[in-house]
Every structure is written in structure tokens, then in C-alpha cells.
């Protein structure tokens, strides 16, 4: 819910508390019904669940998302999923792809521990990695890979962390071997917010990054969505790189223009 005509004090008391109130309420009748769901069924399942907790999340921070371009339909007959990849500027950045294109999503390690919102990940499939960890990033890749497989959305923030400003920074070597692997889908989008929205999550711990995206007023952002190609196995790993890298830079220009701030 938008919370208007407050202020910024009693808004971020709101939304914070919101944030974590929403989650911790939808998360129970979630599980029971995954619980009572049948293994065919769980994917639709979880994806309307997420769907519609995205959609909430960004309702509550009283964030519009502009989608410039059409998001396509996965490739029929292809067989696969589909690897989202677009760059990465603030927490919230989870509740607009989410609720853009669906799927699930590829996360930093420690957040499967974080009360309410682990818990909420964790159920939903998200693929938890430790960038510092070459075993862990080994295991995040087959994990991906048979996601993919199975055809599945998941959405990636390849250059691993979040950043200010519209440069797109280098991807990550291993991001995008999975859809290598699995000869997968890969869709590019890139994401502009206004630049006087204080939106990038840096330099700060989640509570603080939280806590003043809990003040700001109503954002209107963009999503520019770009055209899916698919990866491969006879493609070189560095090639797939830099087209994703390259795709998704002009699309945060698309959307930057778009947003027009």
C-alpha cells in the first residue's frame, strides 16, 4: 500500500515495519499450500506467491516500474528456461525483476540466514552463492544449470553487486555458464532510477539502506527490456560475456533516456 500525505519519519517507521510484516505474513500459508501442492504444480505455485509478494513490496515503497519494450514470451519449442541478466543499483531491485519477469532469483550467501527474509528465500528456490568461495560458485552453477533445464526463469545481477550510476560494470566470469550449459535462453534488461531518488544501496548495511529507502517518496522507475538470445554450447563463455554486458549498457542508456532524470 502507498502511504500518502506523511511524514518521512512516520513513512520509513511504516514501510520498514511493513516490509518485514508483509513477509513474515504471507511466508505461513505459502509453505502450507507448497506443502499440499503436488510436485507438477509447485512452479506455478511459487510463482504467484512471488508475484504477487514482489508487487506488494513495491506498492508498499510506493515504486512505479515503467517496462519499456515487451517482456517475450520464453522461446516455444526451445525447451529450456530462461537466465534474465541486467545490472544491479538497489535492494529493491529483487521486487522489480520479480515482478517484471517472474521466476527466481541468484543471491548473495548470507542472506539465507537473515530472519523472515532467509526464510522467505530459501522457500522460494533462490540460488544462494559466496562469490569468495570457488566451491561455492561451482555449486551455484549446476544448481542454475539444472533449474534451466527444467525450464525455469532466474533472474541474475552479473556484475555481482550493487553500484551507483549507469555504467554497467565487468560481469562476472561464471555468470552466465550455466545458460552455456543448459543452452538456455538469455533475456537483457537494464534499469534506471531517477537520479535524484537515493536509490543505490552502497557503502551502507541492508538495515541503513532499509531505513532510508523507507523515507523516500513515490519512484518512478524503468525497466528496458531488450531482445532474448540464446546461448550455445559451441559459444565461447568470454563471447556470451560481453554481448550480455554489452546489450544490457545499452538498454540502462534506453531506459536512462526514458527516464528522463
Not at 217 to 244: E, H, I, N, Q, Y
Request: include cysteine; glycine fraction near 10%.
Amino acid at each position: 500500500m502507498v502511504i500518502p500525505n506523511v511524514t518521512a519519519r512516520a513513512r520509513q517507521a511504516a514501510r520498514a515495519s511493513g516490509f518485514l510484516g508483509m513477509t513474515a505474513l504471507m511466508l505461513p500459508p505459502f509453505l502450507a499450500r507448497m506443502a499440499a501442492t503436488s510436485d507438477a504444480d509447485r512452479t506455478a505455485v511459487r510463482d504467484a506467491w512471488v508475484g504477487r509478494w514482489a508487487r506488494a513490496l513495491l506498492r508498499l515503497f510506493a515504486i512505479e516500474v515503467v517496462v519499456e519494450g515487451v517482456v517475450p514470451t520464453p522461446t516455444q519449442g526451445h525447451g529450456r528456461g530462461r537466465l534474465v541478466v541486467t545490472n544491479h543499483r538497489s535492494a529493491i531491485d529483487i521486487g522489480v525483476v520479480l515482478s517484471t519477469f517472474g521466476g527466481t532469483m541468484v543471491s548473495r550467501a548470507d542472506l539465507a540466514g537473515w530472519p523472515v527474509l532467509g526464510a522467505a528465500a530459501r522457500a522460494v528456490g533462490t540460488v544462494f552463492v559466496d562469490r569468495s568461495s570457488a566451491k561455492s560458485g561451482a555449486g551455484a552453477i549446476r544448481s542454475m544449470q539444472k533449474l534451466l533445464e527444467a525450464g525455469q526463469t532466474i533472474n541474475l545481477f552479473p556484475e555481482g553487486t550493487t553500484f551507483e550510476g549507469d555504467e554497467v560494470r565487468p560481469f562476472h566470469g561464471g555468470a552466465l555458464v550455466s545458460a552455456l550449459r543448459a543452452e538456455a535462453e538469455i533475456l537483457p534488461a537494464g534499469i534506471a532510477y531517477p537520479r535524484a531518488s537515493g536509490a543505490a544501496f552502497i557503502n551502507e548495511t541492508f538495515a541503513e539502506h532499509l531505513a532510508r529507502m523507507s523515507k523516500s517518496g513515490a519512484t518512478r522507475m524503468v525497466v528496458s527490456v531488450g531482445t532474448p538470445f540464446v546461448a550455445r554450447k559451441t559459444d565461447r563463455a568470454t563471447d556470451l560475456t560481453k554481448r550480455a554486458h554489452d546489450e544490457v549498457q545499452a538498454l540502462v542508456t534506453r531506459a536512462r533516456n526514458r527516464c528522463g532524470e
